[in-house]
């Protein structure tokens, strides 16, 4: 080796000496032959095709987002009272990430999902998106995509009308024709009151006006033939399409599905909401049925030609509704909804792409923040920094490369103000695969105290948790902690 640098080095021409122009054409020439060459010795298999046209390859691009559903609620994470057969070859057939996490709260995490951004930085009122944010849809269409909604908006208008101070906030969240989407089709657009039913019979406005055709009919059946039908009419377009799909199953009111031997019951599948919102007795049947229709979702990538060029995200927004208990492989799962505990956090995220993404578990830590970064970053779009954005792309880990993982993941959570929120407060937190730091000081090693019944003192930190102490503490001190208006 040592000889072989040293000839090569002294063939090298010395400074200012007269250098030989090699003619383009040849150079060219040469360049042909070597990568001839190359490719004979070294073939590709399909995985490395896949990457090697990574750099010029601008996917399809689905998020699907379920709403009330933590780890405990898919087998593939351990789950064992529910069956979720789609949802595990989905997994199976791609990336698992056994780290991620989102807001205790839908609006909460919503946000987030949509704009890259912190609850700290953009936040306005439960139910209600600042009308001046950009959203992924904003992006994507900067991005050459065409941009498809379907399933729960829940952003414009939450606060009832006798509710104190309501009439401050109702009406003031973003409308769904200005946030960047060329088609919709969704539930709870407009004022809370007028939200009706989002299952059976559901009110759904659709493209600038509310269908008449839904009796009988259940919504996430109705999103999904919209999606079906967008995706058919723009496959061979050529832009890219960018689907989004916030669904609002397995989230209370808890009814029957149409494969529930209830179906058609009027009692049981328009119960009066109050305080119980049905029979938790039917939440395995919802889950099922989500996992039916992501399935579907599936079925018409691959049937419509796509399944090569469109990565599927599927993500949940928060954890499992708290009236639900669940079984795993690793015990008894109270659900979470709501509280900054692993079971309100600890959420289900799995990426497909088959040919381009490898099947496997990722360890990685990934935050709703992540997603604007990461479709951008598969959209081939550019982000200038001044945009700020808080997020991170998980892209290259999806491609198989190392890429930037987080160190630690940033919760701001306060859903105050707004209907039936005053209950809550504001609590913040950092952490990383093991620890978990709060805005109060507490500190807790969450692989043996899932639940955070025993903060570690200061006085008794080992070398582990004094170094995650201080990482993560400095964290919160970069991160303003703005009061709600």
Known sequence: MYQFLTSTQADQPSVGAPRREIPRRLLHRLATLTISALAVAFPQTPYSKALSAESTTRPNIVVIMADDIGVDGLNCYGGTSYRTPRLDQMAAEGQRFTHAYAQPLCTNTRIQLMTGLYNNRNWLYFGCLDPKAKTFGHWMKEA?????????????????????????????????WNAGFDEYSLWHTAHTEDKGPR??????????????????????????EFIHDYMKRHRNDDEPFFVYYPMTLPHWPFVPTPRSKDWG??????????????????????????????????????ELGLKENTLILFYGDNGTDRRVVSNT?????????????????????????????????????????????????????????????????????????????????????????GWDKDKFRMERFARDKQFKLYGNGKLYHIPRDLTEQRPIPAQYDWPESAAARAALQAVLDEMPAPEPE
């Open 329 to 417: 492989t690793f015990g008894e799962v109270v659900g979470g909804k709501g509280a900054t505990t692993n079971a309100g956090t600890h959420v289900p995220l799995i990426a497909r792409w088959p040919g381009r993404i490898k099947a496997g578990i990722n360890e990685n830590l990934v935050d709703s923040t992540d997603f604007l970064p990461t479709i951008l970053d598969a959209a081939r779009k550019s982000v200038a920094k001044a945009a700020k954005l808080d997020g991170r792309s998980f892209y290259p880990q999806l491609m198989g490369k190392v890429g930037t993982p987080r160190e630690w993941v940033f919760c701001h959570y306060d859903p105050r103000p």
């Open 199 to 224: 299952y059976a019979d559901p009110v759904i406005f659709q493209n600038g006006k509310f269908r008449t055709d839904t009796k009988g009919k259940y919504g996430e059946d109705i999103w999904v």
């Open 144 to 176: 050459g995509y065409s941009t498809c909604i379907a399933g729960k908006w829940q952003l414009q208008s939450y606060d009832p009308p006798d509710y104190p101070g309501s009439e401050l906030r109702r009406d003031k969240g973003m409308k769904v």
């Open 265 to 302: 019951i009027e009692e049981k599948m328009h119960p009066p909401l109050g305080t119980t919102g049905g029979d938790t007795k039917y939440f395995p049947d919802m889950v099922a049925y989500m996992d039916e229709v992501v399935g579907r979702v599936i079925d018409s990538v691959d």
